[in-house]
């Protein structure tokens, strides 16, 4: 009798909670400070680029070498990349976080109340996510440009567009980077600036 009794006060409601060990999206942006935290891990993500770039670049010509002789880098030496090859994927994956990361901001951007910090932080999302575009159209070509958040149900992003496409969601960031971001003496060292912009633009 005891046990009908138990059973019978635990509703779908007492069973269905809210995580405490993680925050949704939808929770996490509230404040100013909130979204700060999110434009600094645009720059979090943006340090991984150059440790991949490098292979990329430097181990297809005289400048680098790897060490052995063999395996995924020794493919970049020889111009022999298999489509497997991992730091050619890092290299994509790490790209299309920032602009991930980048994305995420720019959507959530309006809970914000400092308007002056608010368009800052439009312009280095903005930047951000026009370098990494940039990134790998020069690596790759066409690529998939994605100008939104999306999840892996959003498969209409996942096509690869004409490299002019990239382009021009590229130039048009970089114009609104321009437009919004300080100049370099004004803001703290190795945050994006408005010479940066220009400079890729």
Known sequence: MAVIGLTASCGKEDLDLAPISAISEEQFFN???????????????????????????????????SNLGEGEYKQLETFDVAPTNSVVNGYWSVNYNVIYRSNLVLKNIDVMSDLAKKENYIGEAKFARALCHFNLVRAFGD???IDQVITNTDREFFAKRPAADA?????????????????KSATTFGRASKQAAQGIL
């Open 167 to 183: 382009y021009t969601l590229i130039e048009n960031d970089l114009q609104e980077a321009i437009e919004k971001l300080p100049l």
């Open 143 to 145: 690529v998939p440009v």
């Open 31 to 65: 404040t100013d400070a909130d979204v700060l935290g999110a434009v600094i891990a645009i720059y979090d993500g943006l340090q991984t680029v150059p440790l991949r770039e490098f292979t990329l670049a430097e181990m297809r010509s005289d400048n680098a070498k």
